[in-house]
């Protein structure tokens, strides 16, 4: 995926000495509200192949990614509208020779900056001299608790022991560490280990966040699906963990959406908290939107980030609660959970405006559960690796 990427709410907490200032003064408020926090994928680059990547199946070419001075325009207007955090992804956003750049843009313009990352390609000088230009927070996903399993799913050889030494580097820097773990029928197993390494690193919060199914994720689903069982045993193994580790550190879960019987609010509702902009300067309501191929999705290349979010078509698609049908319309919860993935609901009903089959109240719902229970007994554990050529088949 993204490496990682914000929780579903799309933002990191911030440290208690970081003032929160919405810079858009007297700016127009909608009933949608303001964004409070953007995911700038700087690049689909990333020396990892994760199966269950959030990037799209066709990636962009570092040739059409944005420039330098594309990203510190776009940077000034993210604080002028009133962003607060911007989280540095990709891809893997290290391999940008103008990353440090970028991060002291965000802090001279205010804003809390967050790298995600791999972790795979720093070193320790560049990770201070990241801290030096203001950088707040790290996010370093992990693929699981020791190097054999680890690095089988990255696709990267070395990886596991990588990521553990540049851990080690954030917490000397004195920089805050969110630990992403990406979960899925092949490492659910080892989510006890995971949740010690988190605290043993001296991580504040780990993101215990089962796959969901878009982007490379869907095309792996048969190798991927964990079991009823498994997340049974996940949801025990989290509240036992939470309870043993309370005030010491946060774990932030996210059930896969195939068993769960309400929709998940997805990035606090489409256009309205948060939005994505991808390599290639494209404003997204979230990181997987792309999957759906019935929207156009303006460029920053094209129109300023204030027009995009107050006008565009894509963003004002799925905004609010007037474009959902029954029985979303009628529910109790719309104005909750609003509605749910668009996203999902496009890649399992092939139209984003359906109800979310997450919610028990899909028609949808049950077959989607006998799917993922199938898939989950299915004897298919090879992965299909994420790459700029479609893929790879594992063992090939």
């Not at 970028?102 to 900056?113: C, H, I, N, W």
């Not at 969110?178 to 659910?188: E, I, P, S």
């Not at 001296?202 to 048969?222: D, F």
């Amino acid at each position: 995926m993204t490496e990682g990427f914000p929780s579903q709410e799309g933002n990191v907490p911030l440290d208690d000495d970081f003032q929160l200032v919405n810079k858009a003064g007297d700016a127009q408020r909608h009933d949608y509200g303001i964004p409070l926090a953007v995911l700038a994928e700087l690049t689909h680059r990333c020396p990892l192949q994760c199966p269950y990547c959030s990037n799209p199946l066709e990636l962009e070419s570092a040739s059409n990614e944005l420039g330098t001075a594309d990203w510190l325009r776009v940077i000034e207007e993210l604080a002028e509208i009133g962003v607060l955090q911007i989280h540095f992804s990709g891809g893997e956003p290290t391999v940008r020779k103008d990353l440090v750049q970028l991060v002291a843009k965000a802090t001279e313009s205010g804003l809390y900056s967050n790298l995600i990352t791999s972790a795979v390609m720093l070193d320790r000088a560049k990770l201070a001299a990241l801290a030096e230009a203001g950088l707040k927070h790290v996010q370093i996903s992990f693929q699981g608790a020791e190097a054999g399993v680890a690095d089988r799913v990255g696709g990267f050889r070395n990886g596991h022991a990588k990521k553990l030494a540049v851990a080690g580097w954030t917490r000397e820097l004195d920089l805050p560490l969110t630990v992403n773990a990406v979960m899925h029928r092949q490492n659910l197993h080892q989510l006890p280990e995971i949740i010690e390494m988190a605290y043993t690193l001296g991580a504040a919060r780990i993101e215990v966040a089962n796959v969901q199914y878009y982007g490379w994720a869907l095309k792996n689903r048969q190798s991927l699906m964990p079991s009823p069982d498994q997340v049974d045993e996940c949801v025990r193994v989290v509240e036992a963990a939470r309870a043993r580790l309370e005030g010491q550190m946060e774990i932030d879960f996210v059930i896969p959406d195939y068993y769960a019987l309400r929709p998940k609010q997805c990035m606090g509702g489409w256009g309205r908290q948060f939005f994505n902009i991808s390599p290639a300067g494209k404003v997204l309501p979230c990181h997987a939107a792309e999957t759906i191929t019935d929207l156009r999705f303006d460029s920053v290349r094209d129109h300023s980030l204030a027009w995009i979010w107050e006008n565009s078509p894509a963003f004002n698609a799925y905004r609010g609660t007037d474009w959902m049908p029954d029985p979303c319309k009628s529910c109790k919860f719309k104005e909750v959970d609003f509605g749910g993935c668009r996203c999902q609901a496009y890649a399992l009903t092939g139209n984003a405006g359906n109800t979310d089959p997450a919610c028990a109240k899909s028609p949808l719902h049950a077959d989607v559960f006998a799917i993922a229970e199938a898939e989950s007994l299915a004897d298919q554990n090879r992965f299909i690796y994420r790459n700029f050529s479609g893929g790879l088949e594992e063992g090939k």
